[in-house]
């Protein structure tokens, strides 16, 4: 499914809500904006929580402690983002108008909270020597199994480039995906593959994909794709970067020159 909600008058824009909205990809994402001088508190007693910027200028606090938080949109890779476990107060206070990504899910392991700045971040580029160069694209990840195996989650960012694809060849996994995008400039667009349907994606939108649905992307000629990639481990079977089946008429593809 791919849709494009408006801010509520909370100046949020919910996604996914584990008891509520799109309640298959267990999980609670939104998308939050704060003006200028505005503050947000958030404590939880059942759900580790991930913090991203996407644009602004803002300080984050939590046990006592304080990081800045400054990007001046989504393109520019400087990402920056705090994972906490449950029962941990964290507060955003916004020295400009900003917006950034919460993602939630269930977990009853406790852990010490992570700071990631973009240097903590791997960046991978993938795609740029194969298809003539038609799948390349640049991720990011901020934190997976690899480096945070006591999480339940997974998150990172796609910058797909003009004209191009991503997450492809054509894969697909058991643990349920977010998507989130933003357009560069916004009145650009792509095409997101889910399953058998394919939808308009736009700045903005987001999409959830299930269990065996292939979800390709590629962005129009032109305009520069951003995305947020979310996964909710299933329990039991955690998602790795080698989590990857691909469809068999398209396997050729992986080692294709």
């Not at 509520?8 to 309640?23: A, F, H, R, S, T």
């Not at 357009?183 to 269990?211: E, L």
């Not at 909710?232 to 989590?243: N, Q, S």
Request: glycine share 6%; net charge negative; with cysteine.
């Amino acid at each position: 499914m791919l849709e494009n909600p408006s801010f509520n008058d909370k100046n949020e824009k919910i996604l996914c809500e584990m008891d509520g909205k799109n309640p298959e990809m267990k999980m609670n994402i939104k998308v939050k904006r704060l003006m200028k001088g505005e503050s947000f508190s958030l404590f939880d007693d059942d759900n580790e929580t991930a913090i991203l910027i996407l644009s602004g200028d803002m300080n984050i606090s939590w046990s006592d402690k304080t990081e800045r938080m400054k990007r001046k949109d989504p393109f520019e890779k400087q990402p920056y983002c705090l994972h906490v476990p449950r029962r941990t107060a964290v507060k955003v206070s916004a020295s400009a108008d900003s917006e950034f990504i919460i993602q939630q899910t269930d977990n009853d392991r406790d852990f010490e909270p992570v700071f990631y700045k973009p240097e903590d971040c791997l960046y991978q580029h993938f795609g740029k020597g194969q298809w003539e160069g038609t799948g390349y694209r640049i991720c990011s990840t901020m934190f997976d199994y690899d480096n945070a195996p006591y999480s339940n989650m997974v998150m990172g960012e796609v910058f797909n480039q003009p004209g191009r694809w991503s997450s492809y060849p054509p894969h697909h996994h058991p643990q349920p995906e977010v998507y989130y995008y933003r357009f560069d400039p916004p009145q650009g667009f792509g095409a997101c593959f889910n399953g058998d349907n394919v939808y308009k994606s736009t700045d903005g939108a987001y999409c959830t994909i299930t269990d065996g649905n292939d979800h390709q992307q590629v962005t129009a000629p032109g305009y520069t794709m951003y995305y947020v990639w979310m996964i909710r481990h299933i329990d039991g079977d955690p998602w790795y970067k080698t989590t990857r089946l691909y469809s068999k008429e398209h396997e050729w593809l992986v080692n294709a020159d």
